[in-house]
C-alpha cells in the first residue's frame, strides 16, 4: 500500500454561505487502499468528494489525482475516477444496458471493447438476465447495484462511493458490502463514505473520521482505537483457582487490569485475539477451568464518540 | 461534438419514450387550433352578406349606374340583391326582416342630377343589421362621391368653352362618368397583410405551444440535477459545455420538428396559407432559437425544475398574449401595438403577414432580426448561468 497515492487532499475549504462545510480537511488515498470517511449526516462527507471528483469548486486547499491537480474544468483525471453518487443516478425509462451503454460512450468507450464492458459489468452487478429491462421496472436494490456498475465500466483507478447503501435493504446491502470488497481486492483506489460503522470496519484500510467540516482523526481501526485509549476486554468464566489465575495473567505482556468477579475474570489487553491462546494456557495452568471466553473489542462508534461527544447517528 | 450527439440522443430517446413532447408539441397546439377557427373563425367568414334590394323609379343613366354597381357587388357575393318594383315592397321586405336595407331610386333622380338640381337616394334600414345599414350607406355615398365627381368635371369644362350647347354637356358627362380615377389607392400595406383565420389560429398556437415544447431539453438540466445524474455527467471526462449545449440542440430540435409538423399539417388538412415556404423556415429557425433562449434564461435562473416550469408557463402566456397570439393586438395601434414587440411571438407573427402580403424570403428579414435579437439577448446569459450550475 506503500507508494503514489491515488489522491491526495491537503487544506480543503468549501464554504455554502454562512455555512462553512469543509474546514482545511488533509487526507490521501494509497493506489489498491479503502479509504472511508466515517461521520454523522451533514459532516461534509458528501462536499468532500464531490471536490474531490470535480463536482465543486473549492475555496481554498489543493485535491491532487494520480498527481494531476483536479478542479472542475479539467477533464484528464476525471477519466481515473469512477463515481458513485448517493443518490441514484440513472435514467428510469432507459433499460439497464442503455443506461451502461450510454454512460460508458461518456468515457469514451465505444464498439466492441464498449459491448465488452457491458457484458462483464452486467454479469458482475448481477443484472444480465434483467439488462433489457426498464430502470423503473428495478428493485430498489437492482437500481443500486446498476448505480455502482455504472461507476465501474471504464475500469476508473479511483472509484469514489458516496452512501452507496442508504436505503437499501439488508440483503442488497450485503451484496454491495462484498462487491466493495471485490473491488477493493482488485487493486484499485477506494474512497467510501458512510455514516455505518459496522461498513467503515468491514471495508476500509483506513478511516478519517469527519465532523463539523473537520478530519478529526485519521487510521487503521486498530490505530484509532489506541489513539483514544480504548482497549479490549476478555471474560472469563469458570472455576477453581480464579485468584490464582488473576495473579498469573496480570503478570503476562500486555495485559492491563485482571479484576476478579464471583465466577470469571475480567482481563484488560491491547489485542485480545493475538494474546488469547496465551490467557487460556496460562489460567488453565494457574489451576482455573474455563468453561466460557467472552471477548469485547472497543468499535468506531466508541472512538467517535469518544472523540466527538456524540453518537454517528445522532 | 461527439459527446453533444451522445448526450442529445438520449435526451431525444427519452423524450419519445415519455410521449409528453407529442402532446405538447404537437397534438394541443393543432388540437387548439382547429378549436379557435371552428369556433372564431368560421361562421364569420362563411355566413356574413348584407341583403339588399335596390327599387329603380328613375330608370334614368344615374339610376342605373348606381344599380349596375350594385350589380357587380352581387356577380361577386359580396352582397345579396333583390331587384324590386316599388317602394311599398321594399319598406315591407324590410319590416319583415326579410332585408338589410335597400336602396329606393327616386323616379326623376337622373334629370336632378344632370341639371344641377337637389336629388336623393333613400336607404330603407333595417335597425337590426346595423353593420349591413352602413355598408348600404357606405356604398350610396361612394356613389354620391363619384357623381359630383362626374358634375364637378362637367362644370369646369364647360367654362372653358365659349357657349356650350345641351349636346355638349351630355357628351363631357359621358366622357367623365367613364374616365379613371385619378388617384386610385392599392392597400398592400393592411388588407394584404392580415392572415387569414385558420392561419392565423394555427401560428399562434403554434408559437405560443412552442416556449413550451422547447423547454422539455434545457429544462431537463434542472431535471436531471433533481435526479443526481447531472453528477454524473459532470464527473465524466467531457467538455463542461458539452451537457449544456446537448441540452440546447434538444430544445431546438424537437422546437423545428414540431413546428414543421404542424405546418405542413394545418395546410394540408385546415387548409392554412403560411406563404413562401422558404420565408416560412427562415422564420420558424429563428423563432425557435428565440424560444430556447428564453427558455434557457429561465432555466439558468430557476432552482428547481418545478420553478422553471412555473416561471416558462407565466413568461410564456404573458409573451404570447403581449404578443397577439390570441388576438391581434397590434390592430388597435397605438400603445398595445409597441409592447407586442418585446414579445417574439409579435415578431413571428408579424413575419408571417409579411409573407402573407405576398413577399418572399426577402420581407421576413426585419422579423427574422427582432426574432435572433431575442434569441441572443437571453441566450448569452443562460449560457453563463448554466454552464457555471453545480451539479448538486
Request: charged share 20%; with cysteine.
Amino acid at each position: 500500500m506503500v507508494g503514489d497515492p491515488i489522491v491526495e487532499v491537503t487544506g480543503l475549504r468549501k464554504r455554502f454561505g454562512d455555512v462553512e462545510a469543509v474546514r482545511g480537511i488533509d487526507f490521501r488515498v494509497e493506489v489498491g487502499e479503502t479509504y472511508g470517511l466515517l461521520g454523522p449526516n451533514g459532516a461534509g462527507k458528501t462536499t468532500t468528494i464531490s471536490i474531490v471528483a470535480g463536482l465543486l469548486r473549492r475555496d481554498a486547499g489543493e485535491v491532487k489525482v494520480a498527481g494531476m491537480p483536479m478542479d472542475i474544468d479539467t477533464a484528464a483525471p476525471r477519466a481515473l475516477i469512477g463515481l458513485v453518487p448517493q443518490e441514484l443516478a440513472v435514467y428510469p425509462d432507459l433499460t439497464g444496458r442503455e443506461n451502461l451503454r450510454f454512460f460508458g460512450k461518456l468515457y469514451g468507450l465505444s464498439g466492441a471493447p464498449l459491448r465488452r464492458r457491458v457484458e462483464e459489468v452486467l454479469e458482475v452487478i448481477g443484472l444480465r438476465d434483467r439488462a433489457d429491462d426498464r430502470v423503473d421496472e428495478y428493485s430498489g436494490g437492482m437500481k443500486r447495484r446498476l448505480n455502482i456498475g455504472i461507476g465501474l465500466l471504464h475500469e476508473p483507478k479511483l472509484l469514489i462511493l458516496d452512501e452507496p447503501t442508504v436505503g437499501v435493504d439488508p440483503q442488497s446491502r450485503n451484496a454491495i458490502l462484498e462487491s466493495v470488497e471485490a473491488l477493493s481486492a482488485s487493486g484499485r483506489g477506494v474512497l467510501y463514505t458512510t455514516h455505518y460503522m459496522e461498513e467503515a470496519e468491514r471495508l476500509c484500510d483506513r478511516v478519517g473520521i469527519i465532523d463539523e467540516g473537520r478530519l478529526v482523526a485519521e487510521g487503521t481501526r486498530r490505530e484509532l482505537i489506541r489513539l483514544v485509549g480504548e482497549r479490549d476486554r476478555v471474560r472469563l468464566q469458570g472455576s477453581g483457582n480464579l485468584s490464582g489465575a488473576a495473579d498469573a495473567l496480570g503478570r503476562l505482556d500486555g495485559v492491563g487490569d485482571v479484576v476478579a468477579a464471583d465466577r470469571s475474570l475480567e482481563v484488560v489487553t491491547v489485542d485480545a485475539a493475538r494474546l488469547l491462546p496465551e490467557l487460556l494456557a496460562v489460567a488453565t495452568e494457574a489451576g482455573m477451568a474455563v468453561t466460557q471466553v467472552e471477548i469485547s473489542q472497543p468499535d468506531l462508534e466508541s472512538v467517535f464518540l469518544h472523540l466527538t461527544g456524540k453518537a454517528l447517528r445522532d | 461534438m461527439r459527446f453533444i450527439l451522445t448526450i442529445a440522443g438520449k435526451d431525444l430517446r427519452l423524450r419519445v419514450r415519455d410521449r409528453s413532447v407529442f402532446v405538447l408539441g404537437l397534438l394541443a397546439p393543432f388540437l387548439l387550433a382547429v378549436i379557435f377557427d371552428l369556433v372564431l373563425g368560421a361562421p364569420s367568414e362563411a355566413t356574413f352578406q348584407p341583403r339588399f334590394a335596390v327599387a329603380d323609379l328613375d330608370t334614368g343613366p344615374v339610376g342605373d349606374g348606381l344599380v349596375g354597381v350594385l350589380r357587380s357587388l352581387a356577380e361577386g357575393d359580396v352582397i345579396d340583391l333583390d331587384e324590386v318594383g316599388s317602394v311599398d315592397e321594399v319598406e315591407a321586405a324590410v319590416e319583415a326582416g326579410d332585408l338589410d336595407a335597400a336602396f329606393v331610386i327616386p323616379a326623376g333622380f337622373s334629370q336632378a342630377v344632370t341639371s344641377g338640381a337637389p336629388a336623393t337616394l333613400r336607404i330603407v334600414g333595417n335597425v337590426d343589421a346595423p353593420i349591413s345599414v352602413a355598408i348600404a350607406e357606405a356604398v350610396a355615398r361612394g356613389y354620391a362621391a363619384e357623381v359630383e365627381a362626374v358634375q364637378l368635371s362637367v362644370a369646369v369644362a364647360l367654362q372653358a368653352m365659349p357657349s356650350p350647347t345641351v349636346s355638349d354637356v351630355a357628351t363631357l358627362a359621358a366622357e367623365a362618368a367613364t374616365m379613371p380615377p385619378p388617384i386610385e389607392l392599392v392597400d398592400v400595406t393592411a388588407a394584404n397583410r392580415v392572415l387569414d383565420t385558420s392561419t392565423f389560429f394555427v401560428a399562434g398556437m403554434a408559437v405560443f405551444f412552442l416556449f413550451f415544447t422547447v423547454s422539455f431539453g434545457v429544462v431537463g438540466l434542472l431535471e436531471e440535477r433533481q435526479a443526481g445524474t447531472l453528477a454524473r455527467l459532470a464527473a465524466a471526462p467531457i467538455p463542461r459545455y458539452a451537457v449544456v449545449a446537448a441540452k440546447m440542440v434538444v430544445s431546438y430540435l424537437v422546437g423545428v420538428v414540431a413546428m414543421a409538423v404542424l405546418v405542413v399539417a394545418s395546410t394540408l388538412i385546415l387548409d392554412a396559407r403560411w406563404g413562401d415556404p422558404v420565408g416560412v423556415a427562415v422564420l420558424v429557425a429563428a423563432a425557435v432559437a428565440s424560444a430556447v433562449g428564453v427558455v434557457a434564461v429561465v432555466a439558468g435562473f430557476a432552482r428547481t425544475a418545478e420553478q422553471a416550469s412555473t416561471l416558462q408557463a407565466i413568461i410564456a402566456v404573458s409573451l404570447g398574449m403581449i404578443g397577439g397570439v390570441f388576438f391581434p393586438t397590434n390592430l388597435g395601434g397605438g400603445f398595445l401595438a409597441k409592447l407586442a414587440l418585446a414579445s417574439p411571438h409579435r415578431w413571428f407573427m408579424n413575419g408571417l403577414a409579411d409573407l402573407a402580403g405576398g413577399g418572399g424570403l426577402g420581407v421576413v428579414w426585419p422579423s427574422v432580426a427582432g426574432l435572433l435579437a431575442f434569441a441572443v439577448v437571453t441566450t448569452v446569459p443562460a449560457l453563463y448561468r448554466l454552464r457555471t450550475m453545480e451539479p448538486r
